[in-house]
């Protein structure tokens, strides 16, 4: 009789699974369609979609995603809800055209939400004065933008047209404009941005009260102004303290052919941020390849780290750092660094810049860096002073030869390397050689150093890499025991990265992962080795099913594998 009893209680619950199950399948229903070819009277399911994007956005539940299938949408949208995602159906992106549509500055518009994703749209021909293709503004979290394709923004139909600071177009703005709550976890990656008239403004910027972003895997160029823009002190937050972008991450960008004809711009520009870490970066055919500036007077611009990028062929300069006209007519740079980059053949303007333009910081340091000159044989300019600065263990050249290389310093000309390190007194560990860069060609440069580059363990033998810090190749950050000078770090014998690995052999969970990872191979793997991001080997073994991690610190490990005398490479992080 207790066997029967049972059996009827577990029926009963089998039979209220069933009914939850069903009632999720009939009403729990999170994906919704956009079709150019549908109509706004339909249900906006797959086999009967809607026919316009704001509509669909309007209808959407908590939790829904809005599907667009490819076609040409003339409308301008405005994200009306939280906790919903916009997307392209397909692999090819359906484009939100904003011709002649001028009911507000931007194509896509997200104000005050949290829990939004956009995902593989493409917006274009928005021409208007304060034109924008995406615009978040006020508060929110949680924020993703990705895989967008954004063009044809501009302030102007008139390609002519005078510019001042009263006009601007922006390809995505963020704003945080709310005194108390900043924008936090926002995301902008692996978007193209690209032929767009700015003014003056910019073509990726965050602006105001954003505590917590990255900006990363981005190509922009052929824009006329500013590349990406960190930005703070404008006023865009009501609140002083919290008017800065802070806490954000610069990587993995393209930026080139961005330049104004009416000032120098930047590939990447920081100006006002605080604790922003700008690495990984290629930026080329800019004015500056990056600037970090601070352009309001009283203020400051705190903790940038500049490092592992690549600056070539830039306008002015690789780098300019410094408050400009400081204190006077500009705020200041602090506590900041530019270490472990390659700057090549910058300046073919001839503006007598160089590599480096140097205005007035406090307490920064420059070192494990190439400065390799163009023709004019200028490493730098320096204008007003840099107290504290630690200019150091870097690598020099100009083809000339060592007793023609130049550098303005504050007022005084130095002609030839041993010069400029004794009337500087700058650069005491710093060597002048050819960093014997792999391809110096500047129309297809390889920046991997050769096995005889005497730049190779040149670095500051007392530099410790950051937990996740990798070289620009993404490759191991120290080799050998001491850090290289550039972006490439020789020799690492880990291969190059995920990409050399039979990826569809091989399946690494949970990763990031806190105390196990389990490795799921479809072949034999006869060893494993855990790197850290200094090159130590941490741990090894061949029990590869589960691998205790719990003993590791927080941050990103190298595992390599061991395969018929092969070895294959990947990236773990340790929570």
């Not at 611009?301 to 600056?311: A, Q």
Request: with cysteine.
């Amino acid at each position: 009789m207790a066997l029967l009893k049972r059996k009827k209680k577990m029926n009963r619950k089998t039979i209220i699974l069933i009914f939850c199950i069903l009632s999720n399948f009939c009403f729990g229903q999170t994906n919704y369609y956009v079709a150019a070819t549908g109509n706004n009277t339909n249900s906006g399911s797959l086999a009967s979609p809607w026919k316009t994007i704001q509509y669909g956005l309007n209808q959407l539940p908590a939790n829904g995603i809005l599907n667009v299938f490819p076609g040409t949408y003339l409308e301008k949208i405005t994200i009306t809800k939280s906790n919903i995602t916009l997307k392209n159906y397909s692999a090819t992106l359906p484009v939100i055209d904003a011709t002649g549509i001028t009911t507000q500055d931007a194509i896509l518009a997200i104000t005050n939400k949290n829990n939004i994703t956009i995902d593989g749209i493409e917006l274009q021909n928005n021409i208007q004065n304060t034109a924008q293709g995406i615009l978040v503004e006020g508060s929110g979290d949680n924020i993703i933008i990705k895989n967008c394709k954004i063009h044809d923004i501009h302030f102007s139909s008139n390609v002519n047209a005078a510019v001042n600071e009263n006009v601007n177009a922006q390809g995505i703005i963020v704003f945080g404009t709310n005194g108390t709550t900043a924008i936090t976890n926002l995301k902008i990656q692996n978007n193209e941005l690209y032929n767009c008239r700015l003014g003056y403004s910019e073509g990726i910027a965050v602006n105001g009260n954003v505590n917590g972003f990255e900006v990363s895997n981005n190509n922009v160029h052929n824009l006329t102004n500013i590349g990406i823009d960190i930005i703070g002190h404008e006023g865009t937050c009501p609140t002083p303290a919290n008017d800065q972008a802070r806490n954000g991450l610069v990587k993995n960008n393209i930026a080139h052919d961005c330049i104004a004809a009416y000032s120098t711009s930047g590939g990447i520009y920081v100006d006002g941020g605080k604790n922003i870490t700008v690495e990984n970066n290629t930026s080329y055919h800019n004015g500056y390849g990056i600037e970090v500036g601070c352009e309001k007077i009283g203020q400051t611009t705190d903790g940038i780290i500049i490092r592992n990028n690549v600056f070539y062929d830039n306008q002015i300069c690789a780098l300019a750092m410094g408050g400009f006209d400081y204190p006077s007519g500009s705020g200041k740079v602090i506590n900041s660094s530019f270490k472990n980059n390659t700057c090549y053949f910058n300046d073919y303007s001839n503006s007598g810049n160089g590599e480096l333009y140097l205005s007035y910081s406090e307490n920064s340091s420059i070192e494990n860096n190439i400065f390799y000159t163009r023709t004019q044989n200028i490493v730098a300019y320096a204008e007003l002073t840099q107290p504290s600065l630690n200019f150091n263990y870097n690598t020099f050249f100009c083809q000339a030869g060592t007793t023609k290389l130049i550098a303005d310093w504050n007022g005084t000309q130095y002609t030839g390397f041993a010069s400029f390190l004794s009337g500087t007194k700058t650069n005491s560990n710093s060597i002048f050689a050819n960093p014997q860069l792999t391809n110096a060609a500047i129309t297809n440069p390889d920046f991997h150093l050769l096995t005889t580059s005497p730049s190779k363990n040149a670095g500051n033998p007392a530099y410790i890499a950051a937990n996740t810090e990798t070289d620009y190749y993404n490759e191991l950050r120290i080799e050998g025991g001491r850090i290289d000078c550039g972006a490439d770090e020789f020799g690492t014998n880990l291969g190059l990265g995920i990409d050399k690995m039979e990826v569809s052999k091989f399946n690494i969970y949970p990763n990031p992962a806190t105390n196990f990872i389990t490795i799921d191979a479809e072949i034999k793997v006869d060893k494993y080795q855990i790197f850290s991001i200094n090159g130590q080997k941490l741990m090894e073994g061949s029990e590869i099913n589960k691998i205790n991690i719990s003993g590791l610190n927080s941050g990103l490990y190298f595992i390599k594998f061991e395969i018929d005398n092969k070895s294959y490479v990947s990236k773990i992080i340790k929570r």
